[in-house]
């Protein structure tokens, strides 16, 4: 009996992999479940023979995760902070990858009026001005970043009102919460596009095609002077291999289980 | 209804494709909780049973701190090993964050007060005969509380059961220091919160099913090794 605890114990020890040879990528939920990585990274890992092992979580966190050296590469859509991240010593090596675009969505039932408006803002105002209920991620996300954007352009403080939820929770998730409560919300066109015919949503494309939701992707490595652990030299070669002609290629090649194209590569 | 019976369905078909990555899911949060629990045993067997047997100062005091602990919300021991492990912590230097090995010891950690707590409840349950007359017959301190945890074997296997139970339950704690990672750190609990996260009910649900099959089966194999004496704690 001993002997089977022993062995049974060994086994466990050894079965439990304690490293791994791999980098570190923080990335965003809604890039990790739109399915890209899955399709790309065997790809990356055929060519170089490296694993990339991403964590998925809201885009600030990616951001403060990879500043504390829990991560060798960021890939995350907020240029702004990552541009900032780069000017305070955090990063190096940016590049642009990829775009897609927002949404605004809202109850099915709800008029055609709003793309007439013209301006994504414009269409923020209305919603505020009539207190249409509107859910917001609420998570420091790339998402959450571009909709507080839109509504410092429209000249609004959502905060505090009854109408204006915020659910601190993934896309998918925030999206039915939307549609069960008959309220707005912006989404990425990735997302969206997932959830639409699912028969989760009863909701709609309400304005689309503003250059202002235009959604920027980048990638950069973690700057190897504040975290000498960082793995540079497969992080940099990760970064060369997303803006190569094969790395762009396996991007724009990339459609989701319903033929659509979600990303397109725009590394030039 | 329908959407009940649809799961159920799924989760047979998803059981008998034996499917690479479901297999490796949970064969994975097998060794995790295993060997997580193991650690925990090692740690906690000694202590429930010397509060138990002996007369330490503070006694009422540790356990006391040992119930409370057994109520430790996972999550937020994911976020103190993760503050740990973490590259700016003080036990960045071993890169564990984000492996297998940070899960265990996230887990290892909640399942030793469990352990400590259930195993000392047994031990006080035994008739202190037992000590009484092993010591009178020449016995050590260790060879006599050996005896009591002889006696106590069944509440102890079902304190580790209990234990066992737990790990495998939870996401909080796993999901921070894991990170999630396809086909290094995705467990049974973390694959369901992803897949209800993006809409995947039925896959969700089915892996729910499954979850509760696979502890079934670790509880039923325990407790027939128990009946046909393959467990006789020497």
Redesign the interface.
């Given at each position: 009996?001993?002997r089977v605890m022993l062995v049974?114990?060994t086994f466990?020890?050894l079965?439990?992999?304690?490293?791994?040879e791999?980098i570190?990528c923080a990335s965003t939920?809604s890039t990790q479940?739109s399915g890209l990585f899955?399709f790309i990274l065997p790809i990356f890992k055929k060519t170089t023979g490296i694993d990339v092992?991403?964590?998925?979580v809201g885009t600030g966190a990616a951001l403060e995760m990879a500043k504390?050296?829990?991560a060798d590469v960021v890939f995350v859509h907020a240029k702004d902070l990552e541009l900032q991240g780069i000017k305070e010593g955090h990063f190096i090596n940016r590049h642009d990858v990829m775009y897609n675009d927002f949404v605004i969505v809202g109850p099915r039932s709800s008029g055609s009026g709003f793309q007439g408006l013209g301006k994504a803002s414009n269409v923020f105002v209305k919603i505020a001005d009539k207190k249409y209920p509107f859910v917001s991620r609420g998570d420091n996300s790339g998402t959450h970043r571009k909709e507080l954007s839109l509504w410092g352009k429209a000249g609004i403080s959502p905060k505090g009102n009854d109408w204006y939820m915020e659910v601190g929770?993934?896309m998918?998730?925030s999206l039915?919460i939307a549609s069960e409560k008959h309220a707005y919300s912006i989404t990425d066109r990735g997302t969206w596009l997932?959830?639409k015919d699912?028969g989760?949503l009863d909701m709609k494309i309400v304005f689309e095609g503003d250059p202002l939701l235009f959604n920027q992707y980048g990638v950069m490595a973690v700057n190897p002077d504040k975290?000498s652990?960082v793995k540079i030299r497969e992080a940099m070669a990760f970064i060369e291999w997303l803006i190569s002609e094969e790395g762009q290629a396996a991007i724009g090649s990339f459609k989701d289980g319903k033929g659509n194209q979600l990303f397109t590569p725009n590394a030039n | 209804m329908d959407f009940i019976l649809e799961s159920t369905k799924q989760a047979f078909l998803l059981i008998t494709s034996f499917d690479n990555e479901l297999v490796s899911i949970i064969v994975l949060s097998l060794k995790v909780s295993g060997l997580a629990l193991f650690l925990a045993t090692i740690i906690g067997l000694p202590i429930g049973t010397a509060i138990g047997l002996y007369r330490i100062k503070g006694h009422s005091f540790i356990i006391t701190v040992l119930h409370t602990m057994m109520g430790l919300p996972p999550v937020t021991v994911g976020l103190f090993v993760y503050l740990f492990l973490s590259r700016s912590g003080p036990l960045g230097f071993l890169g564990f964050l984000y492996t297998p090995a940070a899960m265990v010891i996230a887990q290892m950690i909640l399942a030793a007060p469990i352990v400590a707590s259930l195993v000392h409840s047994a031990i006080i349950n035994v008739d202190p005969v037992i000590k009484q007359a092993s010591i009178t017959l020449g016995a050590t301190p260790i060879q006599a509380s050996m005896a009591v945890i002889r006696e106590a074997r069944y509440g102890i296997i079902s304190s580790l059961l209990a234990g066992f139970g737990r790990l495998m339950a939870e996401v909080g704690a796993v999901i921070i220091v894991g990170g999630n990672i396809a086909g290094y750190t995705r467990v049974m609990t973390t694959t369901i919160a992803l897949e209800t996260d993006k809409g995947n009910f039925e896959l969700a649900v089915a892996l729910g099913i499954v979850l509760l099959l696979v502890s079934f089966m670790v509880n039923a194999a325990t407790h027939y090794a128990q009946r046909t004496s393959l467990i006789p704690l020497t």
């Open positions: 009996m001993k049974l114990a466990m020890l079965a439990i992999p304690a490293f791994a791999r570190i939920t479940n899955d092992h991403v964590i998925a504390r050296g829990d929770q993934g998918s998730k039915r997932s959830i699912s989760l975290h652990h | -």
